[in-house]
């Protein structure tokens, strides 16, 4: 079966940094995306990847692994906005997307 | 910037009741979606359309219907109601330049079925 698994909850400071992982299992990959979501309102595009590496995007970054299954999305100089949840997807060989259940970012002072 | 409109924020209705999920995209999209999201699960496709007029199944098309009369309005329709479908129904589109397309979202509506 086709699968995406990302932590359910993490917790940071602000000012520091997070590295959201996220590991999948699906029938062919034609690229990976993040999206952030705030609670009670619409999922935002953030990244997409389909070579391995890292793209850099101002304070959030997303790195790729394509013989690991593996992708990250690192956020610098966390501040209290960032508090939301963080979804990764799968684009599979149908081109269909395979959506994880999201990681649930909390930000402390 | 994209907008994609969603005819509720909140819904509350009665089992058995046929409840109507209006999306409104204002960007010329050829393709939308409608998913649901749970708590603890992915989002997870209902029924998707790449045209006018045409609609295909995604992964939990059981008890739902779609309509797509116009190009940037797309309906989800629950024909009878469970409490089952309690959920955030989340609309999307995207514009077809090729085989990869960002996908733009609605705000959502929360459903509540009693």
């Known amino acids: 079966g086709q699968n995406i698994d990302q932590p359910t909850e993490m917790t940071a400071t602000e000012g520091a940094i997070v590295q959201i992982n996220c590991t999948y299992q699906t029938s062919g990959f034609n690229g990976l995306f993040w999206y952030q979501q705030h609670a009670g309102e619409a999922p935002t595009f953030l990244s997409y990847?389909?070579l391995d590496g890292l793209e850099e995007k101002g304070r959030f970054s997303s790195f790729l692994s394509r013989s690991k299954g593996y992708s990250y999305l690192l956020l610098k100089e966390l501040q209290m906005k960032d508090s939301a949840s963080y979804l990764c997807?799968?684009?599979?060989?149908?081109?269909?997307?395979?959506w994880g259940a999201g990681t649930k970012l909390i930000i402390k002072p | 910037d994209v907008k994609v409109t969603q005819s509720s924020r909140y819904l509350v209705k009665r089992t058995g009741e046929k409840v109507f999920l209006e999306c409104v995209q204002d960007m010329d999209h050829e393709n939308m979606f409608w998913y649901r999201q749970d708590p603890g699960l992915g989002l997870r496709l209902i029924y998707f359309s790449y045209d006018v007029k045409m609609k295909e199944k995604g992964d939990i098309p059981e008890g739902y219907s779609v309509s797509r009369e116009k190009k940037e309005r797309f309906s989800l329709i629950l024909e009878s109601a469970s409490t089952n479908q309690t959920s955030m129904y989340l609309c999307?589109?995207?514009?077809?330049?090729?085989?990869?397309?960002?996908?733009?979202f609605g705000p959502g509506t929360r459903l509540t079925v009693l």
């Open positions: 990847n389909v």
């Open positions: 999307a589109s995207s514009p077809r330049t090729g085989d990869v397309d960002t996908q733009y």
């Open positions: 997807a799968v684009i599979d060989s149908n081109y269909q997307l395979i």
